[in-house]
């Protein structure tokens, strides 16, 4: 756990934050509408006792973690995903008909989320740039049901070349040092390191920047990251506020879920002052994985 003595100083109950990091995750299934109706996939699933997300109609915390066996699973009424991936889809605004970029898009538990909430209408392009990971992708994409989404495979840091305001919605679900997913796997553990932060914190700048590119005037972009560090959040985030003046980070709120605010400065740093509307996701406060999410809105044109 040596890894997380870093936010000792911005997470005022820390060892809250370190004794929820070290109990495992429940699954969480979201129920897939596209698929079936509700109430006859929660009938299915009785025996696993699904007790509801209080921030998501369709997300289920279950007993038992051999899901990915039971038919449900592979008819793809059900998707396993764990409890903060449901959020960014949902501060999206998402509705039939739109035209949705999903820049980091494999395996695509987002992916198939957002054609659900968009009643399978609309365009998504689904885009990845390993080709391992959109085989997953087509995979789950098939099983749910999925039908208005096109897969691309560009390196997301040039899509805006090929395309720029266009698309109502972007999400840049953005490669992370996952920091947030050790109650998952403490595989973590073992890729972590500050070079690897700083790596990454450049490339996830470089996604952002071609994700807002994308963005038609007037859409909506989600950034998000499964991790703690500020470099890969805040900074991310406070970089593409300082390089356009049209991108305006907008507040979120989560009915039945607690988030905190994004921070204004970490060690020497400080960060553009919008970012406190931001919202950081402690494990200790709903009982998840960590998480970080920013609304951004694109309100003038971008050279
Ligand atoms: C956090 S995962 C995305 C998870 C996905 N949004 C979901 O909900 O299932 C980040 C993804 O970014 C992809 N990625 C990494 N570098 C990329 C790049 N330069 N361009 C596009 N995708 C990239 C990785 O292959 C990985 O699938």
Redesign the pocket.
């Known amino acids: 756990m040596r890894i997380y003595h870093r936010y000792q100083t911005i997470i005022e109950d820390y060892n809250d934050f370190i004794d929820a990091l070290r109990r495992p995750l429940r699954t969480t299934i979201r129920i897939n509408t596209l698929k079936a109706k509700k109430e006859m996939v929660l009938n299915m699933l009785a025996d696993l006792e699904p007790e509801p997300l209080p921030y998501y109609e369709y997300g289920y915390r279950i007993e038992g973690d051999r899901i990915g066996n039971r038919v449900e699973h592979f008819l793809g009424l059900i998707y396993v995903q764990e409890a903060t ?1 449901l959020l960014p889809p949902l501060i999206m605004d998402l509705k039939p008909g739109l035209k949705v970029l ?10 198939t989320q957002i054609a659900q909430h968009m009643e399978n209408t609309g365009l998504i392009v689904a ?4 080709w391992e ?1 959109i085989r997953g ?1 087509a995979n789950n994409l098939d099983r749910a049901g999925v039908v208005n989404t096109v897969i691309t495979r ?4 040039v899509i805006a070349k090929k395309i720029t305001d266009y698309f109502d919605r972007v ?1 840049v ?4 040092s ?1 920091e947030g997913t050790i109650r998952q796997s403490r595989m973590v553990l073992y890729h972590w390191g500050l070079k690897n932060i700083e790596r990454l914190s450049r ?1 996830q700048i ?2 952002l920047i071609s994700g807002f590119k994308a963005l038609k005037k007037g859409g909506i972009l989600i950034y998000s ?2 991790t703690f560090a500020p470099e890969e959040n805040e900074r991310v985030v406070s970089y593409l506020l300082k390089r356009f003046p049209a991108a305006r980070i907008e507040p979120i709120r989560i009915s039945g879920l607690k988030t905190r605010p994004g921070i204004l400065s970490w060690q020497r740093e400080r960060f553009n002052d919008e970012v406190v509307k931001t919202v950081r996701i402690y494990p200790q406060d709903n009982d998840t994985g960590g998480f970080y999410l920013a609304r951004i809105r694109k309100v003038g044109d971008v050279a």
């Not at 560009?154 to 840091?157: E, I, V």
């Not at 679900?173 to 992370?176: L, V, Y």
């Open positions: 991936s999903d820049l980091c898009a494999a395996p695509g538990s987002k992916t885009n990845d740039n390993s990971r992708l560009y390196d997301g840091k999400l679900d953005a490669p992370c996952a490339l470089g996604l990251t499964c």
